[in-house]
C-alpha cells in the first residue's frame, strides 16, 4: 500500500481557516468512510481529531472537521489559533485490515 | 482512562531482534471491543502503521515490512508486543502502541502511549 498524499506544508494566519488535503485512491480513501486525522506537536505522541472522515472524539473542538470527496479527504482548521500549529497527518483503512498514513502536514500559524 | 506504556531497548545492533511491549492501564487487552494497534516515527519523518492485533492473538501487519514483525498479546500481564526482526538503520524510529477501534473502525488509534526511541547501531 502506498502512503496517501498530503501537502507539505500550509499555513495561515489567526483567525483564518485552512484546509489539509489527503489525496488517496479507490482501494482505500475512495472506497471507504473510515479517514481518521491525527495532531502531533513536537516530541509529543500523536493526537486524534478526527475519525470516521467527520466525527469528532470527546473533547476535540468542532473548529476542526474533516469531510472528504471521491479519493480525496480533507481537514479543515477554522478560526486558527497558535495552538493548532503542529503536523497533521490523515490515515484511510486500505482493505484487508490493514490502514495507510499520508506523509504529513506541517501547519505554521503566521 | 485507558493509559499505554512501551518500554524495551533504546539501542539495538544491527541484523538483531527487536522487542518491546505495551503495558496498559484502565483498560483490558482482553477486550472484544477495541485492538491494539503498534505503529513507529522515523526522526523527522511521518507516521507508519506496523500492525494490530486483537485479543484473541489475531494480527494484521504492514506487507511492507515483509515477514518480519510478530505481535502477541498477554492477557495475564494486561501487555501486547511486537518483534520485529533483522534490524537496520532504517528501523530507526519511535515506536508507538495505541488501543485501535472500536470494532471495525480501522484507522482510529486512541489513545496513543508516549512512544520509545529505538535506535538501530553498532
Known amino acids: 500500500q502506498s502512503a496517501l498524499i498530503q501537502p507539505a506544508s500550509v499555513s495561515g494566519s489567526l483567525g483564518q481557516s485552512i484546509t489539509i488535503s489527503c489525496t488517496g485512491t479507490?482501494?482505500?480513501?475512495?472506497?471507504?468512510?473510515?479517514v481518521s486525522w491525527y495532531q502531533q506537536h513536537p516530541g509529543k505522541a500523536p493526537k486524534l481529531m478526527i475519525y470516521?472522515?467527520?466525527k469528532w472524539p470527546s473533547g476535540v473542538s468542532n473548529r476542526f472537521s474533516g469531510s472528504k470527496s471521491g479519493n480525496t479527504a480533507s481537514l479543515t482548521i477554522s478560526g486558527l489559533q497558535a495552538e493548532d500549529e503542529a503536523d497533521y497527518y490523515c490515515?484511510?483503512?486500505?482493505?484487508?485490515?490493514?490502514?495507510?498514513f499520508g506523509g504529513g502536514t506541517k501547519l505554521t500559524v503566521v | 482512562q485507558v493509559q499505554l506504556q512501551e518500554s524495551g531497548p533504546g539501542l539495538v545492533k544491527p541484523s538483531e531482534t527487536l522487542s518491546l511491549t505495551c503495558s496498559v492501564s484502565?483498560?483490558?487487552?482482553?477486550?472484544?471491543?477495541?485492538?491494539w494497534g503498534w505503529l513507529r516515527q522515523p526522526p523527522g519523518k511521518g507516521l507508519e502503521w506496523i500492525g494490530n492485533?486483537?485479543?484473541?492473538?489475531?494480527?494484521y501487519y504492514n506487507s511492507s515490512l515483509k515477514g518480519r514483525v510478530t505481535m502477541s498479546v498477554d492477557s495475564s500481564k494486561n501487555q501486547f508486543s511486537l518483534k520485529l526482526t533483522s534490524l537496520t538503520a532504517a528501523d530507526t524510529a519511535v515506536y508507538y502502541c495505541?488501543?485501535?477501534?472500536?470494532?471495525?473502525?480501522?484507522?482510529?488509534?486512541?489513545?496513543w502511549g508516549q512512544g520509545a526511541l529505538v535506535t538501530v547501531s553498532s
Open positions: 495505541a488501543r485501535a477501534g472500536p470494532y471495525d473502525d480501522y484507522g482510529l488509534f486512541d489513545p
Open positions: 484502565g483498560g483490558s487487552v482482553s477486550s472484544s471491543t477495541y485492538y
Open positions: 492485533i486483537y485479543h484473541s492473538g489475531r494480527a
Open positions: 479507490s482501494s482505500d480513501v475512495g472506497n471507504y468512510n473510515l
Open positions: 470516521d472522515v467527520s
Open positions: 490515515c484511510s483503512y486500505a482493505g484487508s485490515s490493514t490502514v495507510v
